[in-house]
């Protein structure tokens, strides 16, 4: 049985940061691509930081430069730094695993950035 499993975020000041963390079992977590993507109230789901097999990494151009994903394959986590985190960056964030059709998702951690 696959589970990705969130955690952290929570409530945080604009400008401050926060790292979001997916444990990840039952898949081969080396060769899958992971990412992170977030859904706001009314809002579809958008793809946030991805990270390839390789450790090639792609971002949203509204995270680039204070969003960092990086994953440990030792430790079957992949991470997402969040630095500046900005009002609008208030969503769900969900962790998702692929690999060609093969796509799983996580339950979402909730990250709300307000003073």
């Known amino acids: 049985q696959v589970q990705l499993v969130e955690s952290g975020g929570g409530l945080v000041q604009p400008g401050g940061s926060t790292r979001l963390s997916c444990a990840a079992s039952?898949?081969?977590?080396?060769?899958?691509?992971m990412g992170w993507y977030r859904q706001a109230p009314g809002k579809q789901r958008e793809s946030v930081a991805t990270?390839?097999?390789?450790?090639?990494?792609n971002y949203a151009d509204s995270v680039k430069g204070r969003f960092t994903i990086s994953r440990d394959n030792a430790k079957n986590t992949v991470y997402l730094q969040m630095n500046n985190l900005k009002p609008e960056d208030t969503a769900v964030y969900y962790c998702?695993?692929?690999?060609?059709?093969?796509?799983?998702w996580g339950q979402g951690t909730q990250v709300t950035a307000s003073s």
């Open positions: 990270v390839t097999d390789g450790g090639s990494t």
């Open positions: 998702n695993a692929r690999l060609n059709i093969r796509t799983f």
């Open positions: 039952g898949i081969i977590f080396s060769i899958y691509e």
